[in-house]
């Protein structure tokens, strides 16, 4: 079974970053799973932020996030990132970290195990 643990959210105003980790319980096989991060705000559906692939090599962002989010990973410490720059109110969500184990080279949109999920609040 895949446990994902997300950490990093907070309470920050607009203009600033925080960088979410997600930690995986999936020891050496870290590198045969795709990771996504997701985020759904309250009455709204979940929606999907980012994913990247197994290796690192391919990465996809939503419209809305391109060219201030950036998704990476360290399957040394079987561990995804969000680093969230320049956040808006409008990123106010709770932010979920996912896998699938794929070695596609795409990263996909669709996902098995998903973690407890981070509140990311931004004041304006």
């Known amino acids: 079974q895949v446990q994902l643990v997300e950490s990093g959210g907070g309470l920050v105003r607009a203009g600033e970053s925080l960088r979410l980790s997600c930690a995986a319980s999936v020891g050496r096989t870290f590198n045969t799973y795709a990771m996504g991060w997701f985020r759904q705000a309250p009455g709204k559906e979940r929606d999907f932020v980012a994913a990247i692939t197994w290796s690192g090599g391919g990465t996809k962002y939503a419209d809305s996030v391109k060219g201030r989010f950036t998704v990476s990973r360290d399957n040394a410490k079987s561990t995804v990132y969000l680093q969230m720059n320049s956040l808006k109110p409008e990123d106010t969500a709770v932010y979920y970290c996912?896998?699938?184990?794929?070695?596609?080279?795409?990263?996909?949109?669709?996902?098995?195990?998903w973690g407890q999920g981070t509140q990311v609040t931004v004041s304006s």
């Open positions: 996912a896998a699938v184990r794929t070695r596609g080279t795409t990263p996909p949109l669709n996902y098995d195990y």
